[in-house]
């Protein structure tokens, strides 16, 4: 009996030690991002909008360059106006920012070139030391092929003669190396990409292995799961992935991002190889998204605007701030905010109403540890049996 009375003891004291880790729930940071990306020339111009936004960040991009795939060479000169006018913005509420690297290959991209390779190593390695230099918190990858698609198989310039097998394995190299070439001048980066491994793991329910690998030779993305898996095998082990769950952007409900979640923590394992798996679980973490011409009916009512399209002005902010809510509550960090036919730093005020305030209020509450307080299932049921505006018909 003295046993399991000190036994208790023993437990109550361990429970005790971690309990103020378990009430101090980490800091949640919501950043911007869309077709008003800003040049640091315009983040001067408009910091008193920037510092007065509902963010703790933003993503930008360089004038010196952004494109890391690309033909041309970039190198230091073109980044010092850059470099300068980020030292001089010294901002105090907008502080996590990410620089935009693009990885969009263009006409003649050949993955087996290593002439080309080797420029864009040299053009990663520009863009982390200005990113470095101008004080950025960490890069976001962008890895969408807004050219030429270097991630699909059946369109690389050698598919015909080289095999997919050989195909993955450079890839992958290829991945290790960007990832070191980012380092070699961020030691162990913040890295966000708009999609990561969770994107694939909508194949997992096929019935085996090979039948994931035969999808994934077909997909336009396919290439990309092995270039990712390829700049987890090259970081350090203090860089730190931010899977930016782009599939979000279209969530209707709370279960969603629950599920999310769980899918970059846990299906995802499945998709990266057995030595690299404690390594995946330690340094990628859950991020969540925002698309604020969805959730506002910003498009023509076309088929995927349908339900914004049939909520009043009052149901859309309540949308948002209920995405917004639960995006923070099921990331590990970061919830960036994306929008193309709206801007946040234009002089014509075109936000949306309830816009900034849905944005605001849920941060607040995440930070104050408070309930939602509603469900928005009902909601969105109910605007289901609307009729369909006449335009999207």
């Known amino acids: ?68 795939f690309g033909k041309a060479e970039l190198t230091p000169d073109k980044f010092a106006a850059d470099i300068r006018t980020l030292g001089s913005l010294h901002l105090k509420q907008v502080t996590h920012n990410f620089v935009l690297i693009w990885g969009t290959a263009e006409p003649g991209w050949d993955w087996f070139d290593d002439a080309q390779w080797a420029m864009v190593l040299n053009n990663a390695k520009q863009l982390a ?99 990712l898996i390829g700049m987890l095998q090259g970081a350090s082990q203090i860089a730190r992935f931010i899977d930016g769950n782009e599939m979000s952007y279209y969530y209707q409900g709370s279960e969603p991002f629950f599920k999310a979640y769980q899918s970059i923590h846990s299906r995802a394992l499945s998709l990266v190889p057995p030595e690299l798996r404690a390594k995946y679980t330690r340094q990628v973490e859950a991020g969540q998204a925002l698309y604020v011409d969805r959730l506002f009916g910003l498009t023509s009512p076309t088929y995927d605007a349908y339900l914004a399209a049939r909520l009043t002005t009052a149901e859309r902010a309540e949308w948002c701030h209920h ?26 005020n075109n936000i949306p109403p309830g816009l900034d ?12 540890g408070q309930p939602l307080g509603y469900q928005i299932e009902p909601t969105i049921q109910e605007a289901l049996k609307r009729p369909r505006p006449a335009a999207a018909k």
């Not at 800003?38 to 703790?56: I, N």
């Not at 995006?327 to 036919?341: I, R």
């Not at 305030?357 to 104050?368: D, F, M, P, T």
């Open 323 to 348: 995405n917004t809510y639960y995006a923070l509550y099921t990331s590990d960090d970061y919830v960036w905010c994306y929008s193309e036919h709206m801007s946040w730093w234009d002089r014509k």
């Open 1 to 68: 009996m003295k046993f399991v009375k000190t036994a208790i003891v023993l437990f109550c004291l361990a429970l005790t030690a971690v309990l103020p880790a378990i009430a101090q729930p980490r800091e949640k940071h919501l950043i911007e991002y869309g077709w008003d990306v800003p040049y640091p020339s315009q983040m001067a111009a408009m910091k008193s909008s920037l510092e007065s936004s509902p963010f703790d960040g933003i993503i930008y991009r360089l004038a010196g360059g952004y494109n890391a």
């Open 357 to 368: 305030q849905a944005l605001r209020s849920a941060v607040l509450q995440i930070k104050a």
């Open 129 to 227: 030391r200005a990113a470095k230099a101008s004080g950025s918190k960490g890069i976001c990858f962008d890895p969408e092929p807004y050219d030429v698609n270097p991630w699909k198989y059946s369109s690389q310039l050698h598919a015909n003669t080289i095999t997919y097998p050989r195909y993955r394995a450079r890839v992958k190299a290829c991945g290790a190396e960007f990832m070191r070439a980012l380092e070699s001048e961020i030691p162990g980066p913040e890295l966000l990409t708009f999609f990561h491994l969770s994107l694939f793991t909508r194949m997992l329910d096929e019935p085996n292995l090979t039948a994931v690998e035969d999808r994934l030779k077909r997909e336009n993305w396919g290439l990309m799961a092995d270039f």
